[in-house]
């Protein structure tokens, strides 16, 4: 039988909610996930099939159709695929965790405009609007779950959903110093984050790749742009993140230079990066 296939950027937080559903179902290898090289041209057998669009990942199932945004990719493998739903059963539970997963989109921008800034003068609003944002999470995990560590009994799709988010936030921990705080008004938000970073099916990236490769968003270059005097994306494939030095904490000081991060091959061409979404 021929499998589903997932064309995506291995560190994508919108990749690895599937990467984590199908951990937790024990079905790896239920589907072939092909990695785009976003620092060359993209294929013009895969811009065919999405029909002219580069953002990822991006499923084509076993019977040849196209599904494009990660959500949707993410229910529909949860509805297909053998094994219990991700998703909740219960009409009024479902649309809970529907409640809760349309606060995503908000969280993730905050995040990543917090940590694109290069504006010292605001960085306390982005921290307060993040923050505003934690709170809001917080309130809505007291209103339907005061007492558990998920969203309900366990593990869940909203899980699954704000996991990849959170663990991309390591590079405000180590870029921008940000720290939750400890006190009534994080603790319920604080504990649900801390039990789906530890949850043994989200472990497809490590806090240090995430920091090594989005040094350049801390610089203010996201979506593929490069920062000023640099010839390599720190999104490159080689050399490998592994062989890397870590970058300076301090983005607001100076740019690193590609020699200084590690990203220079010896008698090798540079690469430059086209990242559409990461």
Same mark, same amino acid.
């Given at each position: 039988?021929?499998?589903?296939?997932?064309?995506?950027?291995? %560190?994508?937080?919108?990749?690895?909610? *599937?990467?984590? *559903?199908?951990?937790?179902?024990?079905?790896?290898? /239920?589907?072939?996930?092909?990695? %785009?090289?976003?620092?060359?041209?993209?294929?013009?057998?895969?811009?065919?099939?999405?029909?002219?669009? +580069?953002?990822?990942?991006?499923?084509?199932?076993?019977?040849?159709?196209?599904?494009?945004?990660?959500?949707?990719?993410?229910?529909?493998?949860?509805?297909?695929?053998?094994?219990?739903? *991700?998703?909740?059963?219960?009409?009024?539970?479902?649309?809970?965790?529907?409640?809760?997963?349309?606060?995503?989109?908000? !969280?993730?921008?905050?995040?990543?405009?917090?940590?694109?800034?290069?504006?010292?003068?605001?960085?306390?609003?982005?921290?307060?609007?993040?923050?505003?944002?934690?709170?809001?999470?917080?309130?809505?995990?007291?209103?339907?779950?005061?007492?558990? %560590?998920?969203?309900?009994?366990?593990?869940?799709?909203?899980?699954?959903?704000?996991?990849?988010?959170?663990?991309?936030?390591?590079?405000?921990?180590?870029?921008?110093?940000?720290?939750?705080?400890?006190?009534?008004?994080?603790?319920?938000?604080?504990?649900?984050? /801390?039990?789906?970073?530890?949850?043994?099916?989200?472990?497809?990236?490590?806090?240090?790749?995430?920091?090594?490769?989005?040094?350049?968003?801390?610089?203010?270059?996201?979506?593929?742009?490069? /920062?000023?005097?640099?010839?390599?994306?720190? !999104? +490159? !494939?080689?050399?490998?993140?592994?062989?890397?030095?870590?970058?300076?904490?301090?983005?607001?000081?100076?740019? /690193?230079?590609?020699?200084? *991060?590690?990203?220079?091959? +010896?008698?090798?061409?540079?690469?430059?990066?086209?990242?559409?979404?990461?």
């Amino acid at each position: 039988m021929t499998k589903h296939i997932v064309y995506h950027i291995p %560190v994508c937080p919108f990749s690895q909610r *599937l990467e984590i *559903l199908l951990a937790l179902r024990g079905l790896q290898d /239920a589907v072939e996930f092909r990695v %785009v090289d976003i620092t060359k041209p993209r294929d013009p057998e895969l811009l065919r099939k999405t029909r002219g669009t +580069t953002a990822l990942p991006v499923l084509e199932t076993s019977e040849g159709q196209i599904i494009k945004e990660s959500l949707v990719i993410l229910r529909y493998l949860d509805e297909v695929l053998q094994g219990p739903k *991700l998703r909740r059963s219960d009409p009024g539970e479902h649309a809970v965790e529907s409640m809760l997963i349309a606060k995503e989109g908000p !969280f993730t921008m905050a995040g990543y405009v917090f940590v694109m800034n290069q504006d010292q003068g605001q960085i306390a609003a982005h921290k307060e609007k993040l923050l505003a944002l934690y709170r809001d999470l917080n309130d809505f995990l007291l209103t339907h779950n005061p007492d558990g %560590v998920f969203l309900f009994d366990d593990f869940g799709l909203a899980e699954a959903v704000f996991t990849p988010v959170f663990k991309r936030f390591w590079f405000l921990d180590y870029y921008e110093g940000f720290e939750l705080p400890i006190s009534d008004e994080y603790a319920r938000v604080h504990n649900w984050r /801390a039990a789906c970073m530890a949850h043994e099916a989200t472990d497809q990236v490590s806090e240090e790749e995430i920091i090594k490769l989005y040094y350049d968003y801390a610089l203010g270059a996201g979506n593929g742009a490069l /920062a000023e005097g640099r010839n390599v994306s720190s !999104f +490159t !494939f080689e050399p490998h993140w592994k062989t890397r030095p870590m970058p300076p904490r301090d983005k607001y000081s100076a740019s /690193a230079s590609d020699e200084e *991060l590690g990203l220079v091959i +010896t008698n090798a061409g540079h690469g430059q990066s086209n990242i559409n979404q990461i």
